[in-house]
């Protein structure tokens, strides 16, 4: 881990311990993943609605608050903004509001919306011969849903190659419905899928530049829920939504280091 | 009306490049003209609700605007989520266009019987709702929201009013006023024909919606001395007036609590559930 993906998981553990508020676990499984959208699709922090930029949707929106630290690390808004999270009137809630937060492409909080939207986005931009490209991150749990596989069925039909799905595997549903070998669950759907390592920066930036080549891609990353800090890794429920104490802030400080 | 639906499209779509229509498997031999014309702009998608209101909402953030089409059931109840929050709550406009409302279908059983539809719509923040009941009413409504970048929701029926009524989004139709009379009938869609029918010398008013949200309220407040009594095949309209007109209330001649899985045609429904002339007259009559 370098020192800019310790940040953005020091800055989502003392705004949760500020707040109250975020899922710290599932926020540390996609850092990587959100700095390779960040390092390679087109965009500019200062433009957010810059007419020509790529698209990112978080589709797993309950790790909104990774996605706020991750924005704020590329300019889009100081990271002292973010302290304000889940409080009445401010503008980052546990979800994301994009008419509340630059860079917010799409609004999400329940799962399985995500793909859908962004292959409707990713077909306007082939009507429109456009080369812009949408990329929509979501997670293993949230493929519980069967909307995730109808959309990607759709996407593929219709030959998305300028969509890209992010596949989140981090192991989340092993307690009741599992979803096993996404990569051959996605091939079978007429997807292009690479396989990598979701805490390695330089292959999910190689995996998101590759895109898809007449089809979809997904990029399957093998994650670990709670990435970083081996008391999120082993008690991953108990953290599922829970903020840590000043002395808990501390001790995970320190595993990070 | 559906021909009516076709044909409206066709013309806009020779002025608006943005139109594009969004088809769950239906309809698609209607529009052979629009797809050979314009290739690119009819999507049938598949039958996939969720999926297909999804992506519209995703076409809509990019400028287009996007007309969705299915069965009324399966969009309107099945997917209501993608249209809460893909489309409603991100505030990307499009417009869904449906057909087998209420009981078109009668037929097929209560799986393509869809009386929520309306009223599952309206309570959605900045949604419009229409039920327009001539073709007219179509083409006028049609076209005055499908490009206005706000989620909007038309039922295409299977039967028309047959009534010319002038027609302007959000206003209501005074179709017919007695002096003095103390009992208003509030209506909406085809279903006007057989209100009119069953009243027609009858001292009453008859006051039209096809525009169920924004309800013209307006119009409501000249009759809120009187009792009003809401005849329609659905929900929706009662819903509405009745939190327009809290005071007096209103009251209902629609729907039982129940299925109604009798098959046969509209007409056959309606007249079990007392909504054809002689069962809403009867009705009127014991409220005078």
């Known amino acids: 881990m370098d020192e800019i993906s310790r940040e953005i998981r020091k800055n989502i553990l003392r705004i949760s311990n500020h707040s109250g508020h975020g899922h710290i676990p599932t926020c540390f499984s996609v850092v990587e993943m959100l700095r390779a959208i960040y390092e390679t699709m087109r965009h500019d922090p200062k433009k957010p609605d810059w007419a020509e930029r790529d698209i990112f949707i978080l589709s797993k929106g309950h790790a909104a608050l990774g996605l706020y630290c991750t924005l704020a690390h590329y300019g889009y808004f100081p990271i002292s903004d973010v302290f304000s999270l889940g409080a009445f009137e401010s503008r980052f809630g546990c979800h994301a509001d994009r008419f509340k937060v630059p860079g917010i492409e799409l609004s999400t909080g329940s799962l399985g919306h995500g793909i859908g939207v962004a292959a409707g986005m990713a077909l306007a931009f082939k009507l429109l011969r456009n080369s812009r490209r949408v990329f929509v991150l979501i997670g293993d749990g949230e493929s519980n849903e069967g909307t995730v596989w109808e959309a990607a069925l759709v996407a593929s039909n219709q030959g998305l190659d300028n969509l890209t799905v992010l596949f989140d595997n981090n192991c989340s549903q092993t307690r009741c419905l599992p979803i096993t070998r996404p990569a051959e669950k996605f091939i079978s759907f007429g997807f292009d899928v690479l396989t990598v390592d979701g805490h390695d920066l330089e292959a999910l930036k190689g995996a998101v530049r590759h895109g898809g080549k007449g089809a979809p891609l997904a990029v399957v990353a093998d994650t670990v829920k709670g990435q970083g800090c081996q008391s999120l890794v082993t008690d991953v429920f108990t953290w599922h939504r829970r903020s840590p104490s000043d002395a808990e802030l501390n001790m995970l400080f320190g595993e990070l280091s | 009306m559906r021909r009516q639906f076709r044909d409206t499209v066709m013309r806009l779509a020779e002025d608006d490049e943005r139109i594009v229509l969004l088809f769950g498997d239906i309809s698609v031999y209607l529009f052979n003209e629009f797809s050979e014309r314009y290739p690119d702009r009819l999507l049938n998608l598949g039958i996939c609700e969720n999926t297909l209101v999804s992506m519209a909402a995703g076409m ?27 489309i409603c709550y991100n505030g990307l406009g499009c417009t869904i266009v449906t057909c087998g409302g209420s009981f078109d279908y009668a037929w097929d059983g209560a799986t393509h019987h869809c009386y929520t539809d309306l009223e599952l719509m309206r309570m959605l923040p900045g949604m419009e709702v229409m039920q327009p009941g001539s073709k007219k009413e179509f083409d006028v409504l049609f076209s005055g929201c499908y490009n206005n970048r706000k989620p909007s929701y038309m039922r295409i029926a299977a039967d028309e009013h047959g009534l010319d009524l002038p027609c302007e989004f959000g206003k209501g139709v005074v179709v017919k006023e007695t002096t003095g009379a103390d009992l208003t009938i509030a209506t909406a869609g085809p279903i006007l024909g057989n209100v009119v029918a069953a009243c027609r010398d009858l001292p009453v008013n008859v006051l039209y919606f096809h525009t169920i949200k924004p309800l013209d309220t307006g119009l409501l407040e000249r009759f809120a001395g009187t009792k009003i009594v809401v005849v329609h095949d659905a929900f929706g309209l009662f819903e509405a007036v009745s939190t327009a007109c809290p005071a007096g209330g209103a009251v209902y001649h629609g729907l039982p609590d129940s299925f109604c899985c009798w098959y046969g045609t509209l007409n056959d429904i309606r007249r079990k559930i007392g909504l054809d002339p002689k069962g809403i007259r009867r009705k009127l009559e014991l409220m005078q």
């Open chain 2, 60 to 86: 809509s953030a990019t400028g287009f605007h996007p007309i969705v089409h299915t069965i009324a059931p399966f969009v309107t109840e099945r997917s209501y989520e993608q249209v809460k929050l893909d």
